[in-house]
């Protein structure tokens, strides 16, 4: 009798990375799938206080303010420890940098073995938490440089976008979402909460290069460049009929309607935030890592986002992040 072919009707996170992994270097060590094997693990645990959020004293501000000078809310604070104690047990993982940290955490004594730079914000989009609104975790990885001295935490930390070797986010919302990519498409898997695991949903996503929606704070328009006022003006004036118009205020959230639906999303310079408000290492460049790996484009208005040489920990740089030709468009209005 034939026997039955079993088709695995189950990928996890973990199975995916492991077989990308050896698909791609056949003699890993397995270290790299261990690292990201506690992004997922403490974006399981960050999910269930998330869900919880309404429902046990979590929800609310603290009376800390972070350096980004924002309010800390108590999520935000339990998703960056959750976040440091899964990293803590990787002996792999050097560096964290995390959005709500003042200074970087040195998790292992500088050496060949923690070789890897994990950065993150652990909790975007908190100021969402209390009229539950989606919120995400975004992560980046590095590795520490071979020609800057271990001493130099900032040399190894302050690397550009394209060194990235890793990125990703999860999106809690009405399921929980983690994207992920390291250099080989994008792929995306949905949290069964009945068997705990990230499953594989969809395998080398591709950005839609038509359609979708602009996404910006239109709030901002009078603080604008003037380019990107022309644009806003173009783009809603008809005679671009392919786009809605969409914005959460959550950038996990309205990228990750970006990636699957296509269209644009902006944050731009304005008076008030001269530089943008987003953050180039920990938002930004994650985002526009997934983002070229999914067919789309990512820059500041006037460079490529993955070319930026960073010159500090928290900086903040503009963002048009998108389909190629939607990115595109906005930039025939606006290139400063
Ligand atoms: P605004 C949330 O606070 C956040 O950092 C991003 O998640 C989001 O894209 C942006 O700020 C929203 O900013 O100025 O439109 O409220």
């Not at 990519?181 to 594989?200: Q, S, W």
């Not at 003037?226 to 959460?248: A, C, F, H, N, P």
């Not at 990636?259 to 938002?283: D, M, N």
């Amino acid at each position: 009798m034939e026997r039955a072919t079993v088709r695995p009707m189950i990928k996890t996170v973990q199975q995916h990375i492991m077989e990308a992994q050896r698909k791609r270097f056949p003699g890993a060590s397995g270290e790299f799938s261990w690292l990201l094997s506690a992004v997922t693990l403490a974006t399981k645990i960050i999910s269930d206080h998330v869900r919880r959020a309404g429902l046990v004293d979590i929800l609310g501000a603290t009376s800390v303010t972070n350096i980004q000078g924002e309010t800390v809310q108590k999520l935000d604070i339990i998703a960056n420890e959750t976040i440091a104690g899964c990293l803590g047990y990787r002996s792999s993982v050097g560096i964290m940098v995390s959005e709500e940290d003042d200074e970087p955490r040195i998790l292992q004594e500088p050496g060949p073995a923690a070789k890897y730079i994990v950065l993150f914000d652990p909790l975007d989009g908190s100021s969402n938490i209390d009229v539950n609104v989606s919120i995400g975790t975004i992560f980046s990885i590095l590795q520490k440089r071979e020609d800057v001295d271990c001493s130099d935490v900032l040399g190894h930390i302050l690397q550009p976008g394209y060194e990235q070797i890793a990125a990703g986010y999860v999106i809690y919302s009405s399921s929980t979402v983690m994207a992920y990519t390291t250099g080989d498409g994008v792929h995306m898997f949905t949290l069964d909460p009945g068997i705990g695991a990230f499953r594989l949903t969809r395998e080398n996503l591709r950005m839609p290069e038509d359609g979708g929606y602009y996404s910006v704070n239109e709030a901002y328009y009078a603080q604008f460049p003037e380019g990107v006022q022309r644009y806003l003006q173009w783009v809603k004036s008809g005679e671009s009929d392919t786009l809605g118009m969409r914005y959460i205020g959550s950038l996990v959230a309205d990228f990750h309607r970006t990636l699957v639906k296509g269209g644009v999303f902006l944050y731009p310079p304005t008076t008030k935030a001269p530089k943008g408000k987003l953050r180039l290492l920990y938002e930004a460049n994650p985002l526009a890592f997934i983002a070229e790996q999914a067919g789309g484009a990512a820059t500041d208005g006037s460079q490529r986002v993955l070319d930026k040489k960073p010159t500090a920990l928290h900086e903040r740089t503009p963002l048009v992040i998108g389909s190629s030709k939607a990115v595109e468009q906005v930039l025939r209005f606006w290139s400063p």
